[in-house]
């Protein structure tokens, strides 16, 4: 039972990164472009489908909260600063969707807390993992790191390294979605972007191996492990091709790939500690009536999210090229 | 134990909540009007229902849009501030909302977009679809709302096993008399908002004489749908009073002004109570046995006073109090508001009597104010608890969180949401102010143009035009 929630609460959290990461991106590349037309092609290219994809955030933090309350109230006392800047992050962008098209004069406030709110939620994002993967200072169980006990280098390089993520996952999509200009444009910055984040996971595995002796033995010991690792590089390579021959929707599955092998890679990094090296999945797993009560909305409500999602994603399939998305 | 940050923490918890619940309770009446609307086009094909309906729709859209990032907050809040809580409570609160999250909120974001955004690409049948599923969604997700706060408010169900509530019993959880009463009074309270927004809006262009038959659908449909729904809704309300008089006796003293043991007791209307001296100043009170009466729908009950409670489980008397009264006031003037409007509908003088007009168009604030005083009352009523009678607000908090950080987050919410709020509801009013048939300004919005020429050209094509009748 207690696995059965490890993996969707794997699954959420993948499918956040991937479809928020999506929006997040498009949110942070909208900052670089300017002309109405193209900020308002590059809005239509996510604003059907951005409120489900954040809908994932809440669904992780609840089966956090459902299934490893001690996870959750640990983690979310603990980073408490990043994450209350996050939300302030995803309000304003969220806004921005349907406010900026309520007014011409002030528009740009709204395209400005459109762009910043991405990048701030993303950086925010990338620096609560970052901080995890450093070791969270805990003493009696309880966080002992002060008020900005995570804001260390090596966290600021992770929201960097998100950033550069999310960015290239939103460069996709927009190749995806787009055409003429914007795609040929977003096909420029995926170069740079696919580089950076490349350059950006090989170090930060390095150093993660380097710093935790426990990772760099577990992975000595179990090389098959290395399996995820050399997914990612596949797909990199794969993405290279595609990037060179001007495909427009290989480049998506690839990123999205690139992603999965590094979530997976991390994971079992520090399997099986939820914090690492503190708290362990069995420790914080809720009592088995509440995991058993849950148990129905993991296995018939939570397909039925899946659904929705495909349905979301398959009315709005296809390039956009109509006049008027927005009504 | 940092007293200020405690104290901070629960300033931004009532705060974001406050300006949270403002939009649910909007957009779940507004929901289910849209899916009304939309049926009533299927069935009568009768254009103006769709004028109505994309009218309303722009401003459920920026409704909708505020409640969802409001709301995501509260989906951390319980971890940020109240990491004690969150910790003992996880076990039953956790599941209950991640039900929540999985019945309602994907697929209110699913079919909103379509909603939004997906009426060229989907069958008829399939729109009118997304508009029930949307009204679903938020059905669902109120009720798993009012299971989890009325679980806060009468815990039941669980044991205490190494310092946390484990479940034992989730039928009690879910199915008790609490809940379904809860339940009703908040989604009839959101359809009554939902009700006198519509009908305000009408009445609104009726005195300006314009959209005539949109204005007649929404001053008619508003004010009827709340003329049923009021005395059902006080009906609910009356069974809520039993729920606290039976379960929590501290916020009903509170809320009644009781400071004596009373059998029969008598009914406090008005008073100011004065905690210090323990009594009620310029007090017009019913005689007994009407206290006794209301509260237990009896003539010879005995009903608690707040000297029988040791007062560090009294709640804060005076807001209770309050905004209990403010929140029936309400409720009494929307049901006369509601009746009168309706009979004077049937005798087709409706649209000549300027004084109910008016009385309507203004009367759109009263379903809010009814709404945040109801949950004032409720939730101020159980402090000093968090969970009723079990868990402490003061024992609930993050112990390491500072000052400092309390301080940093608050400032950050109340600037943040003010200035969402204040372009919100200036953006709603704007679109009311057009108008169903009018734009807030001219300009064709593009995605993208097949032709990469136009692209270059756009700004030369469509110019930043004149802003009639956006008057920013």
């Known amino acids: 039972m207690v696995m059965f929630w490890v993996l969707l609460l794997a699954i959420s959290i993948l499918l956040y990164v991937l479809l928020d990461g999506v929006d997040l991106g498009v949110g942070m590349l909208f900052g670089l472009t300017n002309g109405e037309v193209r900020r308002g092609a590059m809005l239509s290219a996510v604003a059907p489908i951005w409120d489900g994809n954040e809908t994932w955030l809440v669904v992780t933090a609840v089966i956090l909260w459902g299934a490893f309350p001690v996870v959750y109230a640990t983690l979310l006392s603990a980073f408490y600063l990043p994450l209350i800047v996050m939300l302030l992050g995803l309000i304003l962008r969220g806004v921005a969707f349907e406010f900026r098209y309520k007014t011409q004069r002030l528009r740009w406030i709204w395209d400005l807390s459109f762009a910043g709110g991405s990048l701030v939620a993303t950086f925010m994002q990338g620096v609560t993992v970052g901080a995890l993967v450093e070791g969270l200072q805990v003493t009696n169980g309880q966080y002992s790191g002060g008020d900005f006990g995570w804001f260390t280098p090596f966290a600021a390089l992770c929201g960097i390294g998100l950033c550069l993520g999310y960015a290239l996952l939103g460069a996709c999509w927009l190749v995806k979605k787009c055409d003429a200009e914007i795609r040929d444009n977003a096909h420029r910055q995926i170069r740079i972007l696919a580089v950076s984040v490349m350059v950006f996971l090989v170090v930060v595995f390095v150093y993660a191996l380097a710093e935790h002796l426990p990772i760099l033995h577990r992975w000595i010991d179990r090389p098959y492990l290395f399996v995820f690792p050399a997914i990612g590089a596949v797909a990199a390579i794969v993405l290279a091709l595609s990037i060179l021959r001007h495909n427009d929707h290989w480049p998506f599955y690839m990123v999205a790939l690139i992603f999965v092998s590094a979530f997976g890679t991390l994971a079992l990094s520090f399997w099986p500690y939820m914090i690492p090296f503190v708290i362990t999945i069995d420790q914080a797993a809720a009592p088995q009536s509440s995991l058993m009560f849950m148990f129905w909305g993991g296995v018939v409500v939570f397909p039925l999210m899946l659904l929705y999602t495909l349905i979301s994603y398959s009315v709005f399939r296809g390039k956009i090229r109509t006049t008027a998305m927005h009504y | 134990m940092d007293m200020t940050a405690l104290l901070l923490s629960r300033i931004q918890f009532a705060f974001t909540i406050t300006f949270h619940i403002i939009f649910p309770s909007f957009t779940i009446g507004l929901a289910a009007w849209l899916t009304v609307l939309e049926a009533l086009r299927l069935a009568t094909g009768r254009p103006v229902y769709r004028v109505v309906f994309d009218f309303w729709l722009k401003i459920f859209g920026v409704a909708f849009g505020l409640g969802v990032v409001s709301g995501i907050v509260m989906a951390f809040q319980f971890g940020t501030n109240w990491s004690v809580l969150s910790k003992m409570s996880g076990p039953i609160q956790g599941p209950l909302l991640m039900y929540e999250t999985f019945t309602a909120f994907m697929l209110e974001a699913t079919f909103f977009g379509v909603l939004i955004f997906g009426r060229s690409r989907v069958p008829p049948w399939f729109y009118l679809f997304s508009t029930a599923m949307v009204a679903l969604g938020t059905t669902f997700s109120a009720f798993w709302i009012m299971v989890n706060n009325s679980w806060m408010q009468v815990p039941s169900g669980y044991v205490m096993e190494n310092g946390a509530f484990v479940p034992n019993d989730w039928t009690k959880i879910i199915f008790n008399s609490v809940v379904w009463s809860r339940f009703p009074h908040m989604l009839l309270a959101s359809y009554l908002t939902g009700a006198f927004c519509v009908a305000a809006t009408g009445a609104w262009y009726v005195l300006r004489k314009e959209y005539h038959a949109e204005s007649r659908i929404m001053l008619r449909m508003g004010l009827g749908l709340a003329a049923v729904l009021m005395p059902i809704q006080l009906f ?61 729908d009896s003539l010879t009950a005995a009903e608690t006073g707040l000297n029988s409670i040791p007062p560090e489980n009294w709640p804060p008397v005076v807001i209770p109090f309050f905004s209990f009264r403010i929140m029936v006031g309400c409720g009494m003037v929307m049901l006369g508001l509601a009746w009168l409007g309706t009979y004077l509908s049937f005798k087709q003088r409706l649209e000549r009597n300027r004084l109910l007009l008016w009385s309507t168009f203004l009367s759109f604030p009263l379903p809010f104010v009814a709404i945040l005083t109801g949950w004032f009352t409720a939730e101020v009523g159980r402090q000093p608890w968090v969970v009723y009678g079990v868990l402490r607000t003061a024992d609930a908090m993050t112990p390491f969180l500072t000052t400092r950080e309390a301080t940093i987050s608050l400032v950050i919410f109340c600037a943040v949401y003010a200035f969402i709020f204040a372009f919100g509801t200036f953006y709603i009013y704007r679109l009311i102010r057009t108008g169903p048939g009018g734009k807030l300004f001219e300009t064709p919005r593009l995605a993208v143009p097949s032709r990469p020429m136009s692209l270059a050209n756009a700004d030369h094509i469509f110019p930043e035009r004149s802003h009639a009748g956006a008057g920013e």
């Open chain 2, 236 to 296: 609910f309300g009356h069974l809520n009073g039993g729920y606290v008089n039976t379960y929590q006796p501290s916020k009903m003293a509170a809320i009644e002004g009781r400071w004596n043991d009373e059998k029969p007791a008598g009914e406090v209307l008005f008073a100011w109570p004065d905690v210090e001296s323990r009594r009620n100043l310029f007090a017009i009170t019913l005689p007994p046995p009407f206290g006794s009466l209301i509260d237990s």
